[in-house]
DNA sequence: TGGGATT
């Protein structure tokens, strides 16, 4: 998304020509301190010095890292010795694709308690927001640094969904005070303003939380009855319920995985559980669907003013075959004293 | 009986 190089009305740094900024005698990094962001998950310190080393002397770069899973937030700083790389560096490499990321390197504001946690996610603006628009909104609260509107990757429509960088922590906690759960002018639902998580910070902790899982149950015994074997045109029967595509042969069951693209919308297949108990959390999904096989996400959908769970939640699994095996197996068991309903998400406007 | 979306 080339379009993430370019957003907000100032540049990440808040300093968009690198001009001197002393004042507290320490040593004055700012035409020599770069922050890169958006880069490739995997993407290694040794890469990452190698990369912004071949600009020019480095004087110390660090990629960041979760202080407790270890993998990369996607984001780093460089500090070369010369100033004059430094700039070579925002104008040879900023904007550079590195796998499906566009890398974006700029001038580091100067570190700071109070810059740090200031980044908001947004959800739940209307449609036809436009990014200036979220921004004016949002302005009224402080100096905005960065902002984003998500949107679909294919037809370029928002996704209602966006984040706001503040130059100031409280300022951020400021707008979350007088927006979260406001409707915007004109608009008919409330935005949702809460503090943002870490770039890619999601599949780590889906990851973590699912070995926690996976481990934790070694002890605990087990959650539910042994997994059924069943012939395979009969799950695939109980899995799908009512037909909603062209009829699947038992042949055709190898090559789903080559069709995942078109039934499994961008990374998974997507479970609908209906019966969840009020109180039910992400953790009994996870219970619920992790010996089936590798699970991405779970979501439990709860009650805005509640916080109580509606009833129903999402799973997303990677593997057709054991989505299929957990629906299989689940749709009808027995979770305390409610039946579960479990079945492949299917989109409501295709109902027949 | 059908949400939210984490750059």
């Known amino acids: 998304m080339e379009t993430q190089v370019s957003n907000g009305p100032t540049s990440n740094s808040g300093l968009p020509n690198g001009p001197p900024l002393s004042a507290n005698g320490a040593a004055d990094d700012s035409k020599t301190n770069l922050i890169v962001n958006y880069l490739p998950q995997n993407m290694t310190q040794e890469e990452f010095k190698s990369l912004f080393g071949s600009i020019g002397e480095i004087e110390s770069c660090k990629l960041v890292r979760d202080k407790i899973t270890g993998q990369s937030l996607g984001y780093?700083?460089?500090?070369?010795?010369?100033?004059n790389d430094a700039d070579k560096a925002i104008n040879t490499l900023n904007g550079l694709k590195l796998q499906m990321k566009t890398i974006k390197?700029?001038?580091?504001?100067?570190?700071?308690?109070?810059?740090?946690?200031?980044?908001?996610?947004?959800?739940?603006?209307?449609?036809?927001?436009?990014?200036?628009?979220?921004?004016?909104?949002?302005?009224?609260?402080?100096?905005?640094?960065?902002?984003?509107?998500?949107?679909?990757?294919?037809t370029g429509v928002s996704r209602g969904v966006g984040?706001?960088?503040?130059?100031?922590?409280?300022?951020?906690?400021?707008?979350?005070?007088?927006?979260?759960?406001?409707?915007?002018?004109g608009a008919s639902e409330p935005i949702t303003v809460k503090f943002a998580n870490n770039p890619s910070q999601k599949t780590g902790q889906a990851l973590l939380s699912h070995l926690y899982q996976t481990t934790a149950r070694r002890y605990t015994g087990p959650l539910h009855h042994q997994t059924q074997r069943f012939r395979l045109d009969n799950l695939l029967n109980m899995a799908y319920g009512v037909?909603?595509?062209?009829?699947?042969?038992?042949?055709?069951?190898?090559?789903?995985?080559?069709?995942?693209?078109?039934?499994?919308?961008?990374?998974?297949?997507?479970?609908?559980?209906?019966?969840?108990?009020?109180?039910?959390?992400?953790?009994?999904?996870?219970q619920l669907f992790g010996p089936f096989g590798a699970v991405t996400n779970v979501k439990v959908i709860r009650d805005f003013a509640t916080n109580k769970c509606k009833g129903f939640g999402f799973v997303t699994m990677t593997n057709y075959e054991e989505a299929a095996m957990a629906i299989a197996s689940l749709n009808g068991y027995r979770l305390g004293d409610r039946i579960l309903q479990v079945s492949f998400k299917t989109s409501k406007q295709h109902k027949a």
């Open 76 to 83: 780093g700083f460089v500090n070369y010795v010369d100033p």
């Open 105 to 154: 390197v700029s001038y580091a504001r100067p570190s700071s308690a109070s810059i740090r946690d200031a980044n908001l996610y947004v959800s739940g603006l209307p449609k036809s927001m436009s990014q200036k628009e979220m921004e004016q909104l949002f302005s009224q609260y402080g100096r905005i640094i960065t902002s984003r509107i998500l949107v679909d990757q294919v």
């Open 163 to 185: 984040f706001i960088r503040f130059d100031k922590r409280i300022e951020a906690e400021e707008a979350i005070k007088g927006l979260n759960g406001q409707k915007p002018l």
């Open 243 to 286: 037909k909603r595509f062209s009829p699947i042969t038992i042949d055709s069951m190898t090559s789903l995985a080559g069709v995942n693209l078109t039934g499994a919308s961008s990374g998974g297949w997507c479970i609908f559980v209906y019966n969840l108990s009020p109180e039910a959390d992400e953790s009994v999904l996870w």
